[in-house]
């Protein structure tokens, strides 16, 4: 489901469904640190040579500024045009609404 170009317009909204047997943190722990563990363990074939799923020097980390609070209202997540802020992707930003 994730990672997946087709899908990639409804998987906050997909998330959002699992709401009925996860909390919001489980939820997003599975979206993004639970799902990057999974890749590293392709080993020499994984999509991403450098460290995913953590914020730290040379990790290969999408970071995401959320107007709200996620854990608190995780249906936030199915409307990233409205609600995501900001979004950085490989250290670049992609989008800053602030502005």
Request: charged fraction near 25%; hydrophobic fraction near 40%; charge should be positive.
């Amino acid at each position: 489901m994730l990672f997946s170009p087709d899908n990639a317009g409804t998987q906050g909204r997909q998330l959002t469904r699992l709401r009925k047997w996860f909390t919001a943190a489980e939820v997003l722990k599975m979206a993004t640190s639970d799902n990057a563990e999974r890749l590293a363990l392709c080993g020499a074939r994984t999509p991403c040579p450098r460290p995913l799923g953590v914020v730290k020097p040379g990790a290969f980390a999408d970071l995401l500024l959320v107007d709200g609070n996620p854990l608190a209202d995780l249906t936030l997540v199915a409307d990233p045009d409205k609600n995501f802020t900001v979004i950085m992707k490989e250290v670049v930003i992609d989008k800053d609404s602030r502005k």
